[in-house]
């Protein structure tokens, strides 16, 4: 089951943090899948519907909170490894203090925590934009230093501010790996995160950018960092990307998909920030989260190529689903879940 020199041994029982989470669920399946003991913890008691019952049922599941430091140590007692997965993502400026909590102070204490039980693994969940973004269309590696710049978001800072309290246990000890995907596409609840992406086109969303970003499914972040909890690495990061595309080529994919009307109104700089000003009023009006922040549209207009090598010479036999089949999976999922209710429009 485990790779030979595994830190674990053979089996092992393993805690995810932000289990009911996207990435989090899908690290639960393939952990579960592989023949683990899984404890996750929730805050809580709704599941994840797009992840099998079957799957859900085998999981031991706690009530808690990484900010909750008690309930937190309670859930990593027996426990061989961690993966931390639990993160709030959001470029919402209510709720940016509430994201630094959780994704700061929450990583500091699993860290904390896991040096105290002698955990022997912790596989930290980071995310691309800890790296920090390019306007000009860089190719970026793992080597690549934080730097302070307006493409930067706060979800972004608040991440790599995550990777330092990482740094710091590894530099204490601790045997852990970070891994960094990029934007996360499949089979999610379409309400949150970048599983959003495929609500927006699905409602005809009129406006595509020209930026473009690196993309992967959901299922080889998962497969990623169940490998990379085998392995005896320790002291890396990785980036998990599977390709990079201009964001109107994901759109125009997701589209054609669902058979919907490709995005046709091209926003620049300029009807960027028209756009997302726009969406900012009629938020305030409605009630409802704006489908475009000034802070994702930032994020359409950067251009950043990111490179998976490390991660590929790291696992040899690892390999990418392409983001056409990815794709194409997530759509008739999220299609199927239309239909029978599960997901509301």
């Known amino acids: 089951?485990?790779?030979?020199?595994?830190?674990?041994?053979?089996?092992?029982?393993?805690?995810?943090?932000?289990?009911?989470?996207?990435?989090?669920?899908?690290?639960?399946?393939?952990?579960?899948?592989?023949?683990?003991?899984?404890?996750?913890i929730r805050r809580s008691n709704k599941l994840p519907f797009f992840i099998s019952p079957g799957i859900l049922n085998k999981v031991e599941w706690v009530s808690g909170d990484i900010l909750d430091v008690m309930s937190l140590d309670e859930a990593m007692r027996g426990v061989d490894a961690v993966i931390h997965s639990a993160a709030l993502v959001s470029f919402f400026k209510k709720e940016r203090k509430q994201m630094y909590q959780v994704n700061v102070e929450g990583t500091a204490n699993v860290v904390n925590l896991a040096l105290e039980h002698n955990m022997k693994r912790l596989v930290h969940i980071s995310s691309i934009s800890a790296l920090g973004r390019t306007a000009s269309g860089e190719h970026v590696t793992e080597e690549k230093k934080w730097m302070t710049s307006k493409l930067n978001t706060h979800y972004g800072i608040s991440k790599q501010k995550a990777e330092m309290e990482v740094w710091r246990a590894m530099g204490e000890g601790l045997s852990a790996v970070i891994i960094n995907p990029s934007t996360v596409l499949g089979f999610g609840d379409w309400h949150y995160g970048s599983c959003a992406i495929f609500k927006n086109i699905y409602k005809e969303f009129p406006w595509?950018?020209?930026?473009?970003?690196?993309?992967?499914?959901?299922?080889?972040?998962?497969?990623?960092?169940?490998?990379?909890?085998?392995?005896?690495?320790?002291?890396?990061?990785?980036?998990?990307?599977?390709?990079?595309?201009?964001?109107?080529?994901?759109?125009?994919?997701?589209?054609?998909?669902?058979?919907?009307?490709?995005?046709?109104?091209?926003?620049?700089?300029?009807?960027?920030?028209?756009?997302?000003?726009?969406?900012?009023?009629?938020?305030?009006?409605?009630?409802?989260?704006?489908?475009?922040?000034?802070?994702?549209?930032?994020?359409?207009?950067?251009?950043?190529?990111?490179?998976?090598?490390?991660?590929?010479?790291?696992?040899?036999?690892?390999?990418?689903?392409?983001?056409?089949?990815?794709?194409?999976?997530?759509?008739?999922?999220?299609?199927?879940?239309?239909?029978?209710?599960?997901?509301?429009?």
Request: charged share 20%; net charge positive; with cysteine.
């Open 208 to 345: 595509y950018s020209t930026g473009i970003n690196g993309f992967v499914d959901v299922g080889d972040v998962a497969r990623t960092a169940v490998l990379l909890m085998e392995d005896n690495i320790s002291g890396e990061r990785f980036i998990v990307n599977s390709d990079n595309w201009e964001f109107r080529k994901l759109f125009n994919a997701i589209a054609d998909a669902f058979g919907k009307k490709r995005p046709s109104r091209e926003a620049g700089v300029f009807l960027s920030g028209i756009a997302w000003r726009l969406e900012k009023i009629k938020s305030l009006l409605t009630g409802k989260k704006p489908l475009l922040t000034k802070e994702t549209a930032k994020i359409g207009i950067s251009k950043t190529f990111w490179e998976n090598g490390k991660i590929l010479k790291a696992l040899p036999g690892f390999s990418f689903m392409p983001l056409e089949q990815s794709i194409s999976l997530a759509c008739k999922n999220y299609g199927q879940a239309i239909n029978s209710g599960q997901l509301k429009l």
């Open 1 to 40: 089951m485990t790779h030979q020199n595994s830190p674990l041994g053979v089996g092992g029982k393993i805690l995810v943090t932000g289990g009911t989470g996207f990435i989090g669920a899908y690290i639960i399946k393939e952990l579960v899948e592989k023949g683990y003991s899984v404890r996750a």
